[in-house]
T-cell receptor, first 116, second 118 residues
Framework: AQKVTQAQTEISVVEKEDVTLDCVYE???????LFWYKQPPSGELVFLIRRNSFDEQNEISGRYSWNFQKSTSSFNFTITASQVVDSAVYFCALSEGGTSYGKLTFGQGTILTVHP | EAEVAQSPRYKITEKSQAVAFWCDPISGHATLYWYRQILGQGPELLVQ????????DSQLPKDRFSAERLKGVDSTLKIQPAELGDSAMYLCASSFSPQGFGGTNEQFFGPGTRLTVL
């Protein structure tokens, strides 16, 4: 069975600090997909990134970067120079390939608070 | 920009009453998902449709919950009777996943329906 663990329940930083959100996953499939979503106070889940299991290349998008390491089953997310607008709940999620049709298994989320 | 629509945004009901939630996915999206998110937790899949067919309802409490997507477009999730433990956010998502093509497309989420059962 697939499982996603986000060990950090809450993180609090001061604006401009860098912050890393950890994500560890479990799956028996060799083909799978990893995601990060942001949930601001409004409640809507906002897609940030998707990674497939065959692509371990790290990705950077502006102040966001992601580090995927299959050897440790981790898919960590770093925000550089954090801003108050980054305050939200962040979810890591996993979907298995094949005929699963994209069902997402989410972690419990990390609440990030960025103070001015 | 295309969005997933959900209504109502908020619903307060008393236990043992019936409630219904509506979702209109992004046009052309074949796959539709209903998730339940209890406060402080990640969303959990309740039911998944591919066009008008249910492909996964293993976590749906079928004694009280039902879901349909009759024409393969919009969908309704119903709870009857509602219980106190059903208080949660109900999220609908859709993705462009052609039949037989599994699990790669990003899911677009609606704003959710926040249900409070008194």
């Amino acid at each position: 069975a697939q499982k996603v663990t986000q060990a950090q329940t809450e993180i609090s930083v001061v604006e401009k600090e860098d912050v890393t959100l950890d994500c560890v996953y479990e799956t028996r499939d060799t083909t799978y997909y990893l995601f990060w979503y942001k949930q601001p106070p409004s409640g809507e889940l906002v897609f940030l990134i998707r990674r497939n299991s065959f692509d371990e290349q790290n990705e950077i998008s502006g102040r966001y970067s992601w580090n995927f390491q299959k050897s440790t089953s981790s898919f960590n997310f770093t925000i550089t120079a954090s801003q108050v607008v980054d305050s939200a709940v962040y979810f890591c999620a996993l979907s298995e390939g094949g005929t699963s049709y994209g069902k997402l298994t989410f972690g419990q989320g990390t609440i990030l608070t960025v103070h001015p | 920009e295309a969005e997933v629509a959900q209504s109502p945004r908020y619903k307060i009901t008393e236990k043992s009453q019936a409630v219904a939630f509506w979702c209109d996915p992004i046009s052309g999206h074949a796959t539709l998902y209903w998730y339940r998110q209890i406060l402080g937790q990640g969303p959990e899949l309740l039911v998944q449709f591919q066009d008008e067919s249910v492909v996964d309802d293993s976590q749906l409490p079928k004694d009280r919950f039902s879901a349909e997507r009759l024409k393969g477009v919009d969908s309704t999730l119903k709870i009857q009777p509602a219980e106190l433990g059903d208080s949660a956010m109900y999220l609908c998502a859709s993705s462009f996943s052609p039949q037989g093509f599994g699990g790669t497309n990003e899911q677009f989420f609606g704003p959710g329906t926040r249900l409070t059962v008194l």
